[in-house]
């Protein structure tokens, strides 16, 4: 197993392991109990609400029905799920609040799908070795789940920052109610199980301050002050100095405050009691808890669960807020700026993690459960519902399976689609791509601004500038740099853990004064914040040097109390005028993207996030270091992700042509896997003759690329030469593809069960079988056994199995209805596991099908420039012009696809390549490995022209046709080609009759059916243009939906002609009913199409006059 | 170019060695150099797999891979002319006059196998793979790798064919010609030089044609012609140095210097024979033909 590899799944398996290990436990001890009325009548009041709670949940590893262990390519192969039994016990409490027992049960929550490679999965620690035994690749690193055969990866998609308040302004937020302004701090509050919510502070035009937060979907407001009197035992003066703290010149921020704590009174409540009760008797009813609750204890379960959720003490929940308080009305005042939401600064990652939250359907199961029975006292009737709907794991794979995500809370997320996406093994390199995919949400997909999309400075390092799609996605979906980690959970890392713990004393015995001390600090004084909980303040002199120490002892890692992964993020106040609040903010929380760069004060790797980089001096290269430089980065191509790495020389193309082949490597027909024989994907290709690159980047090799190549080296000559390499069309030596050059072939497997779509009584009675073989003369085609002949070609059409039914006693053959010829690799018997059959019979069965995909006319090639061309021609080897030594390129391409598009590379490359194929050497094609003082050129030149090559790669050639010499010399050099997996075998659409449409009668759409091709708008007005209206008329009307109808000349109508047949002859006669005779009659060639229109208008009370001469 | 219609063309072979020749072919055109030079490409006739029946293949190859690598192994082709085109044999499907018969039959017992053109058995001595003979490791075609309990059984046929149809049936691997250069240098520019100016200039050529003896009286002399490949970067340097006219380099064109390569199905000089052969006989033909249309 390759570690590099490893390390790109990593944030998948950490997430899905805390998941497994951490979370659910977190989770199920934090789930909300249901309360059911206790209806046995000696119950006192105590015991009136009865408590239903979970007591634990663990997930085993995945076995079999037989309870042997369940491997991954058994899943896959028979297209189940890869899933391990979830078992929980669900404790009934005597009363709403004590632990006494009445009884517990035991429940199946059904299977829950495993992630490959996690600490659940039996590949766990396999070596490459066993990994084979096991049928797995040898590079196999895992990181997605088996759902029903496929292989699906959850995606990883931006949320805003854990734990940090946001100052915003939204427009939005104007129609929030009466006075309601567009400035807001909001702050996403992650619990210890990873599960979070949205807390916003609102301000009011008047200067007041509100708290919305969401509840069951519901927005709920609360005036500020009034909540922190609820978190606290405090008083007006204490919040007032707090919120000011101490800088009462400002009487912006003064006036302010007072105005709220004025208005925002509610009469003859004072104590934290009184208003605790005062919250509690407003959301009595929608809280929907039991009646024996006090107001108190509702309006504490709110504020546990819906306040500020990351910070279970009610000190800090009013800490907090109070630097919310104060951050919104600087940004109000115009001391700060705003913070940028969409910049990465704000953002970390929602990871397959989440999984957790959906936990919450058990609840909803629960109720389901108790709903089944009416009284608490029947045992078994609890039991019975139990067992029929906690299936959760079937809810799991569901999501899994689709993506989508059925919530009643929608758990803080902002789309509800989308979260699964299959892993693609087209090729090695879309398939790795997956896992470094971050999506910016569905929701921004929609909005029409594209500030989003932007590449923004604050992702340098952590989001590949050059790997995003274009068109829909663009900007929208990222991918991570190679450098880049996401954090682990401080509980999934000791040395994390162990550093919170130590920090807040850490940091008291370095300058930062305690807020368990004071309430009153210094004007100048910056808040410190660890996961955002307030820890203390620290002068504002001080600050620079506590940051600088923690980074470097985050660098070295020798000082305990300081974690490699934290997140330093120190906002200066001198910066801060018009830009962020200022303050020192820690973060060791998980799901934080970090990279690594070099911290020149100690000289070693230290990790730093988004945040904390904005305010960094970082020098690309070692030689650009300034004095005021701290940090260096590792590589100038740190900022890459994996795949745009690949891309040779991509320092000297023009910037959209490495995006074009980013795209482009991950539409390559490449080597997908090696263990082809245990696979059973829907579509695998496979080239034949793949080659390792001559010219590579360091990533090629460090990244196992090279194990799964996806093109080969050929011999290229730049030249107009035919004609039939214009408008990005290639040619191709007709010699070199019938030596190999682009064979590939395409496999698919065919999923047969003969019972589907049968009833019931009918399903099992039919099998695979050939009792008639003496007699039916299939032996050509089927073997004895009623399957076709393993390596056997196939045609559209012939014979594919027999089966046999027992309730008709008749042979049955099937015939192959795919229309392209294949061959039969392999037939794999599925057995049924839930049926018991037995063994002979076979019902359920894999064809694994091979196609031939050799290159034809019109299949699509291209470098790793974004040069994409079609085959247009193969040229016999003869015609092809000739170097002095003798050779003939394998591909010719257009000079004009140069000038236009500036991909330098790609000539580097050609020139690079030519010059290691003669030395015979690898050449490192690293970006940013050249300058204009160290020019490629000059180097690769010199290698030339020591082997008796040309500086420049150029050659004289000569006409394969006549002979001569060319009067130009001729680029010509090696280029890797990959071969795109768009084939004509796939597109060609032909017609000449076939299926129309029933009501115009017109053709269908459609290649798979046989359809047209639309002779559309632009289409007819080229013809227009042209004048060419006989050929217009045979497009839309002979061609198309042409008929023949009768119409009446004197009152112009066909619908009013009626045809009557007469009773004694086989003529027909027609009339016209309005005009009552035919002698008016005649026929007219329409398009079908208009009589239908004249029968809708005729619908509508509308008539349709045709004025005939 | 009246002079030419009297032509005698000549033709002098330099080297012949086991798979390759090297000879000058004079006193002709450009067409003719070509036309010999298209022919021994694609329309010398060889013996080439052509069609295979497989019995039975459990490899890690598919059939038609492994049928076409058996089909680019080169056999031994220097009977060929006994052979008729399948096409115009007089045989139904095929007989041993229009086609050799090859078996191959192997299995792995061990932990792994590789089959190779050893493994190929022919019905016929004179057609067999190339390199087979001498049994050496290194001239051996591998065809395929087996593990344990791989087995390939195949039935395949070899047939008469030429480039045209299908590139294994080229016997030439390269077959090319370059012009014969005349180089002059003028020398009373060249003693304007200096010394270091003349190193620069016999530099310049990426194929050495120069040689610069600061020994002998600083002479820029001309080693060897015939490397030169009229890139005319010593035309270039010539021009940046202020002496465009330092040096000529003309081309020969009515001399060509041919090389060709062979894959060992047939021997080098039988490739060139047999492609004179060739374009006698259609030259043959159209005489004939164009008499009798006369006639």
Known sequence: MSEELRQLVTPHIDSYDFFAEKALSIIVAGLPPVYINNRAENADSTQKHWRLKFKDVTISKPIKSDNRQLFPTESRQSGTSYSAPMVGTVALLKSPTSDEEHETYNVQLGNIPVMVNSSRCHLRGLTSAQLVKNHEEELEVGGYFIINGNEKVMRMLVANKANHPIALTRQGWTNRGPGYTKFGVTLRSVRPDRSSLTNNLHYISDGQITFRFYFRRQEYFIPVTLLLKALVDTTDKEIFTQIVQGDFENTFLTDRVELTLREQKVKGLNTKDEILDYIGSRYRHKANLPDSFTNQQIAEYMIDNFFLVHLPDYRDKFNILIVMIQKLYAVVQGKNGCDNIDATSFHEVLLPERLTEYLEVSRAMYLKAINAQKTINEDLAFKKAFDRSLNIGEKFNYFLATGNLVSSSGLDLQQTSGFAIIADKLNFIRYISHFRSIHRGAFFATMKTTSIRKLMPESFGFLCPVHTPDGAPCGLLNHLSANCIITKDPSQDEKSKEGVRLLPS?????????????????????????????????????????????????????????????????????????????????????????????????GKNELIGPQEQLYMNISIMPEEVRDSTTHCELSPTAMFSVEANLTPFSDYNQSPRNMYQCQMAKQTMGTPLHSYAYRTDNKLYKVQNIQRPIVATENQSKYRINDYPHGCNAVIAVVSNTGYDMEDAMIINKSAFERGFGHGSVYKNEFVDIDEGKSRLEMGKTSISRPNYTSDNLDQWIDRDGLPYIGRLIKPGEPYYTVFSTIENKQVTKNYKGKEDAWIEEIMILGGSTQVRASTMITKFVVKLRFDRNPVIGDKFSSRHGQKGVLSQLWPEINMPFTESGLKPDVIINPNAFPSRMTIGMLVEILAAKAGAIHGKFQDATAFRFNEKNSAVEFFGEQLKQAGFNYYGNEPMYSGTTGEEFHANIFFGICYYQRLRHMVKD????????????????????????????????????????GTSFCLNDRLMKSSDYCKATVCKQCGSTTSVAIQKSNYSQFTSSTCITCKTDEHLTNIALPYVFTYLIAELASVNISLKLQIK | MSHTLYRHPNLEILEIKNDSITFILSNTDISVANALRRVMIAEVPTMCIDLVEFEANNSVLVDEFIAHRLGLIPLTSHKVDQFNYTRDCSCAERCDNCSVEFKLNARCNDHSYSVTSLDLLSQNDHVIPVGSSDGRPDT???IVKLHRGQEVKLRAIAKKGVGKEHAKWSPACVATYQFQPKIVINQNRMDELTDRQKEEWVQSCPANVYQFNAHQRQQVTIEDQMRCMFCMECKKKADSLGKPDLVSIEQKTDKFIFNVETNGSLKPEEVVLSAIQIIKRKLTDIQTQLQDTVN
């Open chain 2, 140 to 142: 051996v075609i591998p």
């Open chain 1, 506 to 602: 850490f940091l008291m015995a370095h300058g930062v004064t305690s807020i368990d001390v004071t309430t009153n600090f210094q004007p100048n004084s910056l808040p410190v914040m660890l996961n955002g909980k307030l820890i203390g303040r620290i002068n504002d002199g001080l600050a620079q040097d506590l940051v600088d120490l923690l980074r470097y002892l985050k660098s070295t890692g020798d000082e305990k109390a300081v974690p490699q992964t934290m997140e330093v993020a120190y906002a200066p106040k001198e910066q801060s005028k018009g830009g962020q609040y200022p303050g020192i903010f820690l973060f060791t929380t998980g799901a934080r993207f970090m990279r690594t760069v070099i911290n020149l004060k100690s």
């Open chain 1, 987 to 1026: 597109k060609y659409q032909v017609r000449a009759t076939g299926r129309v449409n029933n009501i115009t009668r017109q053709p269908i759409k459609g290649r798979k059916v046989g359809g047209g091709i639309r002779f559309g708008e632009m289409e007819r007005d080229s013809l227009l243009a042209h």
